[in-house]
């Protein structure tokens, strides 16, 4: 049995993976370097299941879709409601708030209670929802479901316990928003107008309380009928017949004229003296033709009527009214005071607007100061307190969409200097002209927590611009904007070729973005197969930008023979490629081959002053093929300290030094394997060699260095994309063929190769519906996810498959993808194109026999294999510049189940291995002599940190379904863990949480993981969030400290936590929406105006509308549902110290509540002793000089 045992620990070493999947721990007997088991590691690993936990902390940007808009004048906290059903709560700076209704039906209306701490909400649904905003997570305390009527419009009166809500029957209920029980009393609508009148009168458009007099409500109907209703009589006191439409009406604060807006563009005046007809209709944009009669206008939507003390003129502010003359006339708001009139421009349409003013009392002065506008992607807030009305800066990012975002990068715990740095170089920047007053939406209150650090998020745009942002503390501001597009030229009008198809596309857009916080170079991928290159420097220079150009490309058109590949010349040194030009090809004369030597952009070629900030220094652009674009770029790594970058695609790979500005490697993925290639995928015959990339789980243990092979020239040619090595055995020659008929040369022209230029395929605008039930029949792997996430070929040329990007196409892409998956051509193909997923530069060991570290370069293809690629660099500074970086692929191969997603190290105590970096130096800074500027480098050598642990590191490479962690230079497998069967892994990376380390992996099944490392356990899988859309899938990214971002809608950013810690310090870092503030007292407008009627009229609404006055309303009506957000909810809502705060808070103010009760009945107890005081005092006097027989 022990010899038995003793085998199988051979054949687990000899072997990745044994065949059952789990870790395969057996030593490295046979192999040049001792390979330690998991027990001889003795890696202790300190995470638990219970450090984990998901949960949203804050959402940034302009609500997506937005419908609604309120603001309570007291507590000064905004609310906007949106169409998918979500309510966002502003406050000052860092309170900022998300709600979301489970229904996600559309908010209507929002209505705050004033100074109250809570706010309703009107939805689609017609549900009405009372919101308890007294803690930091609103919570919904009561539901009231309309099932007969649908809602229409609602009304709250300030210090009312009692809301009006118009239906679309015209009818008026009355709602107890305490209980949120419906009411007895109904104003019907047969009743509300004229018996004679024989035509419906419209939903209820419009209801307000009378200024003058609480028991009167204006109602107004969508027909032009307004009625003013005495609640008291229960009858009409008038009525008004209108010819047009009402959208909105406003009162005076005096409470003794109204203004309406109406559908033909004009204001309709009405007195409530004379209500026959309006004393004034004016048409504010509406100009007077020849014949007298006003021009058509738009609808006025929106009216609001406010006064102030200094002026005896009223503010009049409406949206809308400009007249039909002009076509493509931007949304405008209308400022009318006296005879002056200002048009106010927008960029987008008016959804709504608010006029804030001083007091929350409608029957004083209103003294408005500001106008809130929402617009459908953005919000402003214009001063009227100056005459120019300047708008306010606004303190939220509600420009994140100024663009449409294409990609995001998140980065925790960056160096602390960073930030300082980009603001003050952003700032120069800055636009100028706004009001100098403070922001106006000032509530609630908020404190930086303890647990903060330096957190930057970068967001790409289609415009080729990217932004840098300030996360820290759950904020977010913008630091830093920086725009590619200034370093190529404009395409000019008259240009033709590609140039004049890139007109009216967007060829700047941004797919990707690397980024070495330490060093401060920075890298952007582009749309059109380019890379730029940055610099940060705080000083202006003026620089030419270099330009290299790249031609990425697979061959086998030539029958390759063992004699040929013999013959081949070597180089004279190991570098791996020559850099030269090739010679020209037969087909070089054509007019193709002539498109195929100019780049999709035009470098600027000039001198070029460059602003303090990141200046651009290198730009490297993929060159066509066959007359095709190139191919887009799929990964991309830099190291600042090797001074290296790397790019690769689906046809090759290229190795740039970016300080001596050559190119060191341009091969295709297929040559870097040599004879090492596991697949032999020039066996052209579809019936041999055919095997499954999901299926290929493991690799024998033969891999054999093969410097020698590789030191060959690599020679290849171009036949409908399939790449060849000159190592390999011969295949057929000659194209695939194309399908028959007039579409074939077509088909040909528009596949896979054809990507980039496209309307951008921004974040922001992939609005593509896929049911989670459908994934796998829609998308049957992660690559077909990908062919529709970035347009691009990730391994074959199926010429039945047309390449499409209109994503309002999903169908037909689906169906033709489904097509090329069953095809026998794409089955060999698949095995023959092979992209490159993933780079990663680290000091590892390449070879088995290696005994120190030595610069590499990590590949991952999208058919699960990894390829170590070693690197010689010149360590002294002036060789570094001067002396060629030799590249040599050896044909190590690693191998895994499905694409490669992540590479990440670990030294052998478990610690993540950071890359090496380059300190940042200011190249354009004035030179010191004292102080030589010399590059200084940080390198995090797995050999200089492990001393006690011995040589060797562990390497954690994740793909679409597995994850395994190997042994480094053994190369043996020690764990290994299948992540996922029915679905894919769209995003994964090592991070840093707790002090430790895990691997953290989001599915497209919406499932977000942790595992820990190295063992690969499973510490978190919940259902979070299902791939709805395209945009989740590409701007998912985790970072270090337990934080995850994605962009929710194309407006937001949606940001989580997956750390324990963080959930439980949640309530810590978030604003206080409510504080306790006293209501301002209502102005004391003296005898006369009260003795002439001029005062508001008070009344009780309890015993009006109450039960025992207006009986039950009908239980079918409207259907009551109690909430989570009570006591209870809130317990589990808050809970801890915060929710006992919480609980203490609401007793207490029950307890104010009741002593106030008391103080008063204590104070009628003492006017009724006095009272008796004095009669006994009076008694006593009579009786007191009475004897006692006069009683």
């Known amino acids: 049995m022990k010899k038995f045992r003793k085998v199988l620990d051979g054949l687990t070493t000899s072997s990745p993976v044994n065949p059952s999947g789990s870790p395969a721990c057996g030593s490295a007997a046979g192999t040049p370097s001792t390979a330690p088991t998991p027990r001889e590691l003795e890696i202790q690993e300190t995470l638990m299941s219970e450090h984990f936990q998901i949960c949203k902390t804050v959402r940034h940007g302009v609500p997506y879709q937005p419908t609604a808009l309120a603001f309570d004048p007291v507590q000064k906290i905004l609310a906007i409601g949106s169409r998918s059903g979500g309510v966002r709560l502003l406050g000052r700076p860092g309170v900022d708030c998300h709600c979301q209704h489970e229904s996600g039906a559309a908010v209507l209306q929002l209505q705050f209670l004033i100074n109250e701490g809570a706010l309703v909400t009107a939805c689609a649904d017609d549900t009405l929802h009372l919101w308890n905003l007294r803690q930091r997570r609103p919570a919904i305390l009561h539901s009231l479901k309309f099932n007969r009527e649908r809602i229409t419009f609602c009304h709250l009166p300030f210090q009312s316990k009692w809301l009006y809500v118009g239906t679309e029957r015209g009818n008026t209920h009355i709602v107890n928003i305490e209980s949120f029980i419906l009411s007895g009393y109904v104003i019907m609508w047969n009743k509300a107008i004229e018996l004679s009148t024989k035509t419906h009168p419209g939903p209820v458009v419009h209801l307000s309380d009378s ?59 009405w007195n409530l003296r004379n209500t026959a007809k309006p004393f004034q209709v004016t048409f504010p944009h509406g100009k007077t033709q020849r014949d007298g009669r006003k021009e058509s206008c738009k609808p006025i939507l929106k009216v609001e009527y406010k006064t102030s003390r200094n002026s005896s003129e009223a503010f009049v502010v409406f949206s809308g009214g400009l007249s039909y003359d002009k076509a493509g006339r931007r949304p405008t708001l209308t400022i009318m005071h006296g005879k002056a009139i200002t048009v106010l421009e927008m960029d987008y349409p008016i959804v709504d607007f608010l006029v804030l003013c001083e007091t929350p009392y409608l029957n004083e002065v209103q003294e408005p100061y500001a106008v809130v506008v929402l617009l459908e992607k953005d919000f402003v807030v214009v001063d009227l307190t100056q005459s120019s009305f300047p708008i306010f800066e606004n303190p939220y990012p509600m420009d994140i969409h100024e663009s449409p975002v294409t990609c995001t990068a998140y980065f925790a715990d960056c160096p602390p200097d960073i930030i300082p740095v980009l603001y003050s170089i952003g700032a120069k920047h800055k636009k100028t002209g706004y009001s100098l007053k403070e922001w106006p939406v000032s509530g609630g209150t908020w404190t930086v927590g303890s647990q903060t650090y330096p957190e930057i998020i970068i967001t790409g745009h289609a415009d080729g611009s990217i932004k840098f942002w300030d996360a820290t503390a759950i904020t977010l501001q913008m630091l830093y904007k920086l725009k590619t597009s200034k370093v190529f030229e404009k395409p000019k009008g008259g240009d033709v070729g590609r140039n004049a198809e890139l007109a009216e596309e967007d060829p700047y857009a941004v797919q990707m973005i690397s980024w070495c916080p330490q060093s401060r170079i920075f890298c952007v ?267 691009v070929s990730m391994y074959s040329h199926d010429e039945q498959h047309i390449t499409t990007y209109s994503w309002s196409e999903r169908e037909s892409r689906e169906n033709s993808f489904s097509r090329s998956r069953s095809s026998s051509v794409s089955s060999i193909d698949r095995e023959t194109k092979e992209a490159v997923t993933t780079l990663q530069f680290a000091e590892s060991y390449v070879r088995k026999s290696d005994t120190l570290p030595t610069p590499c370069l990590w590949v991952g293809t999208s058919l699960g294999l990894v390829l170590i690629i070693p690197m010689s660099i010149p360590t ?120 430790s380390v895990c691997l953290a992996c989001f599915c497209a099944n919406g499932h977000i993981m942790t595992l820990s490392l190295p063992s690969l356990r499973p510490l978190l899988d919940v259902s979070y969030l299902p791939l709805t859309d395209m945009r989740i899938a590409r701007t998912f990214c985790f970072t270090n400290g337990g934080q995850a971002l994605y962009l929710c809608s194309p407006t937001e950013i949606q940001r989580i936590t997956y750390s324990q810690e963080m959930c439980d310090n949640l309530q810590e ?65 808050a809970g801890g110290v915060v929710g006992e705060l919480a609980r203490a808070r609401i007793a207490l103010d029950e307890r104010g509540q009741r002593l106030g009760e008391l103080e008063e009945r204590t104070a009628l107890m003492m006017t009724s002793a006095e009272t008796f005081s004095k009669h006994a005092h009076e008694l006593m006097l009579k009786c007191k000089d009475k004897k006692w027989y006069q009683f």
Request: with cysteine; net charge negative.
């Open 211 to 269: 200024p003058k007099d609480e028991g009167k409500l204006l109602i107004g109907f969508e027909s032009g009928t307004i009625v003013m209703w005495d609640l008291r009589a229960k009858r009409a006191d008038f009525r008004i017949y209108y010819d047009e439409a009402i959208h909105s009406a406003s009162w005076h604060h005096e409470g003794r004229q109204f203004m309406c807006s109406h559908s033909d563009g004009s204001l309709s005046m």
């Open 525 to 791: 991928v582009g749309i059109s197969a380019h890379v730029i290159l940055y610099r940060f420097s705080k000083h202006d220079a003026n620089t030419t930008i270099t330009s290299l150009e790249v031609r990425l490309q697979c061959e086998i058109e030539d029958v390759i023979s063992p004699s040929d590949t013999e013959n081949t010349p070597c180089f004279s040194d190991p570098s791996g490629h020559s850099p030269q030009p090739q010679p020209p090809s037969p087909r070089s004369n054509t007019p193709d081959s002539m498109r195929d030597s100019i780049p999709c952009l035009k470098v600027k070629d000039h001198m070029i002053r460059m602003p303090p900030g990141y200046q651009a220094e290198l730009v490297v652009q993929l060159l066509g093929v066959d007359g095709d674009p190139p191919q887009q770029i799929t990964s991309l790594d830099l190291n600042s300290a090797y001074g290296l970058l790397a790019l690769g695609n689906c046809n090759g790979l290229a190795v740039v030094d970016y300080l001596q500005k050559t190119i060191l490697l341009c091969m295709s993925t297929l040559e870097l394997y040599g004879s090492a290639d596991p697949f032999q995928r020039l066996t052209r015959s579809p019936r041999k060699n055919r095997q499954s990339t999901s299926g290929l789980t493991e690799l024998s243990d033969n891999q054999v260095s093969l410097d020698l092979e590789r030191s060959k020239s690599p020679t290849s040619d171009h036949v409908n994309g399939h790449c060849t090595s000159p190592t390999s055995h011969p295949c057929l020659a000659g194209r695939a063929k194309v399908p028959g008929g007039p579409e074939g040369p077509r088909l040909a022209r528009r596949g896979p190769g054809r990507p980039p230029f496209r309307k951008a395929q921004s974040a922001a605008c992939m609005e593509v519906s896929l049911p989670v039930s459908s994934l796998t029949e829609g998308y049957p792997s992660r690559r077909a996810m990908l062919q529709q996430l970035h347009g």
């Open 876 to 995: 002294d500074e002036q060789e570094r510049l001067e002396d060629p970086v030799t590249v040599a692929p050896t044909g190590t191969v690693l191998m895994l189940k499905g694409s490669i997603l992540q590479i990440g190290f670990l030294d052998c105590g478990g610690v993540l291995i950071n890359s090496p970096y380059e300190v940042w130096r200011d190249q354009h800074a004035p030179d010191d002599p004292d102080r030589p500027r010399k590059r200084k480098l940080v390198n995090f050598s797995p050999s200089s940190s492990q001393e006690a642990s011995g040589d060797g590191h562990l390497a954690v490479v994740c793909s679409e379904r597995q994850a395994k962690v190997f042994f480094m230079p053994s190369q043996a497998c020690l764990y290994v863990h299948n992540i996922t069967e029915s679905s894919f892994v769209l995003r994964a990376d090592v991070v840093s949480v707790y002090n």
């Open 1069 to 1133: 870092m978030l604003g206080e929406l409510f504080t306790p503030i006293e209501t301002p007292e209502a102005q004391n407008r003296g005898f006369l105006k009260g003795f002439f009627g001029g005062n508001a009229q008070t009344f009780d609404r309890e015993e009006l509308f109450g039960e025992a006055a207006a009986g039950k309303a009908s239980r079918s009506l409207a259907q009551h549902i109690p909430g989570q957000g009570g006591m209870e909810g809130m317990k589990a809502a």
